[in-house]
Nanobody, 119 residues
Framework: QVQLVESGGGLAQAGGSLRLSCAASINIVNINRMGWYRQAPGKQRDLVAHITSDSVTNYADSVKGRFTISRDNAKNTVSLQMNSLKPEDTAVYYC?????????????WGQGTQVTVSS
């Protein structure tokens, strides 16, 4: 079982920055893909960004050029640097891990961290 623990959420003003971190309970080189999803009230959970074990990244169009995902294999953490924040970035942000297993693919989720951007 993999545990993911997020930190770094909070309140920011529009145009400001926040940095989220996700700490994994195992060596993240053994997790094929890690990423961040977000869910605003009344909306579905959507992908924000993910990074593979080969450090290939993918971003939602809405955050390209503003958010940067990175990984630190030595610390078993994945981070999301969020710049030029907008009120529409307000959501609960969830860390996600995808790992291949004998039975297929296993999904792991953190507990979520609130990000609120004021205008």
């Amino acid at each position: 079982q993999v545990q993911l623990v997020e930190s770094g959420g909070g309140l920011a003003q529009a145009g400001g920055s926040l940095r989220l971190s996700c700490a994994a309970s195992i060596n993240i080189v053994n997790i094929n893909r890690m990423g961040w999803y977000r869910q605003a009230p009344g909306k579905q959970r959507d992908l924000v960004a993910h990074i593979t074990s080969d450090s290939v990244t993918n971003y939602a169009d809405s955050v390209k050029g503003r958010f940067t995902i990175s990984r630190d294999n030595a610390k078993n953490t994945v981070s999301l640097q969020m710049n030029s924040l907008k009120p529409e970035d307000t959501a609960v942000y969830y860390c996600h891990g995808l790992r291949r297993s004998e039975s297929g693919w296993d999904n792991y989720w953190g507990q979520g961290t609130q990000v609120t951007v004021s205008s």
